[in-house]
Structure formats: structure tokens, C-alpha cells
Nanobody, 117 residues
Framework: QLVESGGGLVQPGESLRLSCVAS????????MGWYRQAPGKERELVAM???????NYADSVQGRFTISRDSRKKTAYLQMNSLTTEDTAVYYC?????????????WGQGTQVTVSA
């Protein structure tokens, strides 16, 4: 199970940090990341961090957003700086977790990020 937190209402230019905790035991993380879905649009990848530390960002957030993970806390973070109104969306945490040779994908419940003056 994934539990997200950190969304909210901010003004353009401000920052937010999202957190996503993966509950459970004895799993390894193949990848954790964030997607978002704005009203009337399809869900899109925002940032992804693989288990070996590779990152991938959407062009629209490159240089403004940073994804990181605390493996001990089983938590992924998305630091969002210089937010714009275009970043307004529901943000979903994603995780690809493995128990030995068995893997499963998980999604968080979503957290609303609203950027408005």
C-alpha cells in the first residue's frame, strides 16, 4: 500500500514536497515515482527513480522537480520548486515492488496540488 501526503494550495513560484510511504515488509523496490493527472487530460509521468538510482523526468518539470528516496523509511519524495499553474493536478505515487521473484505495481490514492494566484 502507498500513502501519499504533502499536496495543497500554493501560489505560482512557491514550492511543495510530496511524500509517499510504501507499507509492508520484505520487499525490494524496483522503481518509485510520481504521475499526475490534470482535469481533462491523461495521466502523465512526472518523475521516476529506479532501484539503482536512475532518474527520469518529464520535460515540463526538468530542473524544477527532484525525486528522491529514503530506502530505510521506504519513502519517496518529490520536491517541487518554481510551481506554475500548469502543475495543478492530482499527483499519484507509483511503486514497482518485488518479493523475491514476484512483482506488483502499486498506486497511491492521489494528492491534489493546486497552484493559483
Amino acid at each position: 500500500q502507498l500513502v501519499e501526503s504533502g499536496g495543497g494550495l500554493v501560489q505560482p513560484g512557491e514550492s511543495l514536497r510530496l511524500s509517499c510511504v510504501a507499507s509492508g515488509t520484505k520487499f525490494s523496490v524496483n522503481a518509485m515515482g510520481w504521475y499526475r493527472q490534470a482535469p481533462g487530460k491523461e495521466r502523465e509521468l512526472v518523475a521516476m527513480l529506479t532501484g539503482v538510482g536512475h532518474t527520469n523526468y518529464a520535460d515540463s518539470v526538468q530542473g524544477r522537480f527532484t525525486i528522491s528516496r529514503d530506502s530505510r523509511k521506504k519513502t519517496a519524495y518529490l520536491q517541487m520548486n518554481s510551481l506554475t499553474t500548469e502543475d495543478t493536478a492530482v499527483y499519484y505515487c507509483y511503486a514497482d515492488l518485488w518479493w523475491g521473484k514476484v512483482g506488483r505495481e502499486f498506486w497511491g490514492q492521489g494528492t491534489q496540488v493546486t497552484v493559483s494566484a
